[in-house]
């Protein structure tokens, strides 16, 4: 299985609003409403911020919000912060019963 | 509060099999409606699923890991375990293990351990 496809990095300055794609195939993203987006920061472990698109755990900003049009999904982080520099991972299911990430974002808060 | 830790060798020579163990607290692992998974990520690299087991036992691996991955669970010692064969240098990572939820999220995750494959 091939990896989902994300922009190597991303930037924006505090306040301002930024959005990461994640782009697979009708096999995955596009034929399931099972991605998940992650946050991770330097030496820790992922942090799940949305799941099934566009829902948000409890805890998480609502500055976090997750949307899918066919077969790329999409994380818009609004409002940016400081503390939103990481890297971000989506992940889908896949028609094969398995799991799949994408290649990771770097978002850089300017 | 659950918690995941995992625990193994650090170092694997290059061809004999990387062994990880995750324990699980705060949790029956033998509880229904979720998945246990290991992932990795080489240094300075992204993530990659290796594989999930569920509490009835059934296993789903990464197409490229398949021939080489065993994850097994011990209920009685409330944990569950990988096993990676034949490993080379391209197998160095932090592997995490990590619960998987509804809508297959991974809602926690151990804190990872670093396994080098060197001779």
């Known amino acids: 299985q091939s990896a989902l496809t994300q922009p190597a990095s991303v930037s924006g300055s505090p306040g301002q609003s930024i959005t990461i794609s994640c782009t697979g195939t009708s096999s995955d993203i596009g034929g399931y409403n099972y991605v998940s987006w992650y946050q991770q920061h330097p030496g820790k472990a992922p942090k799940v911020m949305i799941y099934?698109?566009?829902n948000r755990p409890s805890g998480v900003p609502d500055r976090f919000s997750g949307s899918k049009s066919g077969n790329t999904a999409s994380l818009t982080i609004s409002g940016l912060q400081a503390e939103d520099e990481a890297d971000y991972y989506c992940?889908?299911?896949?028609?094969?019963?398995?799991?799949?990430f994408g290649g990771g974002t770097k978002l850089t808060v300017l | 509060q659950l918690q995941l830790q995992e625990s193994g060798s650090g170092l694997v020579k290059p061809s004999q099999t990387l062994s990880l163990t995750c324990a699980v607290s705060?949790?029956?692992?033998?509880?229904?409606?979720?998945?246990w998974s290991w992932i990795r990520q080489p240094p300075g690299k992204g993530l990659e699923w290796i594989g999930y087991?569920?509490?009835?036992?059934?296993?789903y691996y990464n197409p490229s890991l398949k021939s080489r991955v065993t994850i097994s669970v011990d209920r009685s010692k409330n944990q569950f375990s990988l096993k990676l064969t034949s490993v080379t240098a391209a197998d160095t990572a932090v592997y995490y293990c990590?619960?998987?939820?509804?809508?297959?999220?991974?809602?926690?995750w151990g804190q990872g351990t670093l396994v080098t494959v060197s001779s």
């Open positions: 087991i569920y509490h009835s036992g059934s296993t």
């Open positions: 099934e698109v566009t």
């Open positions: 705060g949790v029956s692992i033998s509880s229904g409606g979720y998945s």
């Open positions: 992940t889908s299911y896949t028609s094969s019963t398995t799991l799949v």
């Open positions: 990590a619960r998987g939820s509804y809508g297959y999220k991974f809602d926690y």
